[in-house]
């Protein structure tokens, strides 16, 4: 129910104007049932995204939704609700307390590199590391990326945890974002 007031807030926050684009996505995939649009931000397709609920709701607990709609660049590795709902019971709730949000904005920020990198871009950069590329992320982190015999691409944590890439390339105006199964953990 808090998620779900929070993500509501965000989205009467933002004006009729950047609620729906004006031009179409021109391919972009669809996330979460929800067209996406190059022409939008970050947080804007996001909230859009019935699969992201969870994250836009700790995107605006960690207090970072200014900072997401900004210019960027960036490559944000998006968790589904699945990925949040898979953590240990309570965890998510807790996170979303204000007495945690040092802890939450850590691991938002840990799916944030100040880039704009599509996923050719990834892989050439694994090839070029021979097989593991590190990434320094907004937060500190250092994930590990690799891709598989099928192309798919994989970031693992500092927990030792694989998220896969599950929807690549979704441009947004100030970046990209890959969706995960997975919410990427730093070392604590």
Request: glycine content about 10%; aromatic content about 4%.
């Amino acid at each position: 129910m808090k998620i779900r007031m929070m993500t509501a807030a965000i989205a009467l926050s933002m004006t009729a104007g950047t609620a729906f684009a004006e031009s179409h996505s021109m391919g972009n995939p669809m996330v979460g049932g929800a067209e996406m649009f190059e022409t939008m931000n970050i947080v804007e397709n996001a909230m859009n995204s019935a699969d992201h609920t969870t994250l836009v709701a700790a995107v605006a607990a960690a207090g970072l939704v200014e900072t997401l709609q900004g210019e960027g660049p960036f490559t944000v590795f998006a968790p589904v609700n699945a990925a949040f709902d898979a953590l240990p019971e309570g965890t998510v709730e807790s996170l979303l307390l204000p007495e945690n949000k040092d802890t939450l904005v850590k691991i938002l920020t840990c799916h944030v590199v100040p880039t704009n990198a599509l996923s050719d871009a990834i892989r050439g950069m694994v090839d070029d590391d021979g097989g593991v590329h590190n990434v320094e992320t907004v937060g500190g982190c250092t994930l590990k990326v690799s891709y598989g015999a099928d192309d798919n691409i994989m970031i693992e944590d500092e927990t030792g945890g694989v998220a896969n890439v599950t929807i690549a390339d979704v441009k947004q105006s100030n970046g990209v974002i890959h969706v995960i199964d997975r919410v990427l953990l730093p070392a604590m």
